[in-house]
């Protein structure tokens, strides 16, 4: 069975043996019948054996204060590693594949940043911090409008 039903199982509390049929590949959870997946992906297993670093920082606005929700990603290959910052700006991504690296932060009202040749190293942190702009005429909107969708009947439109 893969890594990931077996992820799948353990979130949605499952146990595996009495919901798997291990003879077809399926499993049942709720009525629903679904297949089991193909093993990892040739990208995953080479991640699994590289060597890793870790890399770390804080994400600020240009008057000096944290921002929260900024998306930091990192591309190797076709795989992402990504990660948002916490209330204080941090963020932290951990097993990393040695390298060099572009790093991007990117959050909705700001200019993204991408800082280029960032070098992770063997079980090390590499310390990126960005300090992100927002552009002159932006305006936080927050609206006071009703939801078009009534959440307490999924599916209904309220109004």
């Known amino acids: 069975m893969s890594l990931f039903l ?9 146990s595996p043996s009495a919901d798997a049929d291990y003879q077809t590949g399926y499993f049942t959870y709720c009525g629903y019948t679904l297949p089991d997946f193909p093993e990892l992906p040739p990208i995953t297993a080479e991640i699994e054996k590289a060597d890793k670093g870790n890399i770390h920082g804080y994400v600020i606005d240009n008057e000096g204060g944290p921002i929260s929700g900024v998306l930091i990603s990192i ?9 948002t910052t916490g209330n204080e700006g941090f963020y932290k991504i951990e097993g990393i594949p040695v390298g060099v690296y572009e790093v991007s932060a990117t959050r909705v009202g700001y200019y993204p940043v991408i800082k280029r040749d960032i070098e992770i190293n ?23 409008d009703p939801p078009l969708i009534d ?3 999924t ?3 309220s109004g």
Do not use: A, H
Request: charged content about 45%; cysteine-free; glycine content about 4%.
């Open 6 to 14: 077996l992820t799948i199982f353990f979130l949605l509390g499952v």
């Open 122 to 144: 063997k079980d090390d942190f590499t310390r990126v911090d960005f300090e992100l702009e927002r552009p002159p005429d932006f305006k936080e909107r927050i609206s006071t």
């Open 151 to 153: 959440f307490k009947e």
């Open 155 to 157: 599916g209904k439109e």
């Open 75 to 83: 591309e190797y290959k076709e795989f992402k590693f990504f990660r």
